[in-house]
């Protein structure tokens, strides 16, 4: 399983006015892709710590599961999705 430990975006990247779209979607789909990578039993699965404001946000667009507190998680198929959403044509 893959760890997410961090996900910040740069300024100019947020809001109406940002350089570029969908740099979280890019970033979570990158990391999903790599956890499928692995060679371990809970390959394709993505974990990491949600600010509390966030949680519905990562529920919706990045079809996470909440388990214990902020604890969350993105499974295999639902990473496939995003991998094919946001990176499907970047590759």
Not at 10 to 19: T, V
Not at 25 to 42: M, N, Q, W
Not at 48 to 56: A, Q, R
Not at 68 to 77: E, Q
Request: charged share 20%; glycine share 6%.
């Amino acid at each position: 399983m893959l760890v997410m430990e961090l996900l910040e975006i740069a300024p100019q990247n947020i809001g109406a006015s940002k350089k570029y779209d969908n740099v979280a979607g890019c970033l979570i789909a990158f990391s999903c892709r790599e956890s499928l990578k692995l060679d371990t039993a809970y390959k394709g699965y993505l974990t990491f710590v949600s600010k509390t404001e966030l949680i519905s946000l990562y529920k919706q667009k990045y079809l996470a599961t909440q388990t214990i507190g902020n604890r969350m998680y993105i499974d295999p198929s639902s990473g496939k999705k995003l991998i094919n959403k946001y990176l499907a044509n970047h590759e």
